[in-house]
């Protein structure tokens, strides 16, 4: 069974650019989750997709978007970089859709750095 | 607004010694679940253990296992034997359960732990 995956794995932005976060669900999820965990604090929940829409989101701006597609993998957008975006981004998948409230597995996370 | 708080931001422990780490939520919500996640210096976030509210039943897994206190909205995380594996960042977390939910898992701080040989 292979488990979540993350790509890349470190990314180095200039402030203004834009980024594009990948991540493969674990096998039999269909649900996947992006978090920001900044250094030393515990992650922040941005949103969750689930049959390729926008369950639930958090308390982030329009700049941050994302996309599933039909094979469950998830892309986590993020647009006109600002120094605060960043931070490690993990990405978690859960096997129940739609209620969501099963366990959220993570995978290893992409650190992306803003200059 | 649910919100999750550890207020133990370092501990250290010897090996194979027992160490309690401390959490508390405060929610209105009757119905959810509470997660311990251990997240080692290679920072891939791992399920340690898992609690549904509605069960009164503390969970156990191995040598984790919680002392889960809904009245007074507390979780604690007990490792007993400890390991030098165990040496990582704990963190724990919240999600609502129900129509309400929206798949938010809510962190508190975490808590590093240290191993001693």
């Known amino acids: 069974e292979t488990g979540v995956t993350q790509s890349p794995t470190h990314l180095i932005k200039t402030r203004g650019q834009q980024v594009t976060l990948r991540c493969s669900s674990q096998s039999g999820h269909n649900t996947v989750s992006w978090y920001q965990q900044a250094l030393g604090q515990g992650p922040q929940f941005i949103f969750q997709?689930?049959?390729?829409?926008?369950?639930g989101r958090g308390n982030f701006p329009p700049r941050f978007s994302g996309l599933q597609f039909p094979n469950y993998s998830s892309e986590l957008n993020v647009n006109a970089l600002e120094l605060d975006d960043s931070a490690l981004y993990l990405c978690?998948?859960?096997?129940?859709?739609?209620?969501?409230?099963?366990?959220?597995?993570f995978g290893p996370g992409t650190r992306l750095t803003v200059l | 607004a649910q919100t999750v708080t550890q207020s133990q931001p370092e501990m250290s422990v010897q090996e194979a010694e027992t160490v309690t780490l401390s959490c508390t939520y405060d929610t209105s919500e009757s119905n959810y679940y509470l997660f311990w996640y251990k997240q080692p210096p290679s920072r891939q976030m791992i399920l340690v253990i898992r609690q549904e509210a509605y069960k009164q039943q503390n969970a156990t897994e191995n040598r984790f296992s919680v002392n889960f206190q809904k009245a007074a909205k507390s979780f604690s995380l007990k490792i007993s034997d400890s390991q030098l594996g165990d040496t990582a960042m704990y963190f724990c977390?919240?999600?609502?359960?129900?129509?309400?939910?929206?798949?938010?898992?809510?962190f508190g701080q975490g808590t590093t732990l240290q191993v001693k040989p």
């Open positions: 978690a998948s859960s096997p129940l859709g739609g209620v969501g409230t099963d366990t959220q597995y």
């Open positions: 977390a919240f999600m609502i359960h129900g129509s309400s939910n929206t798949g938010k898992l809510i």
């Open positions: 997709y689930y049959r390729e829409e926008e369950n």
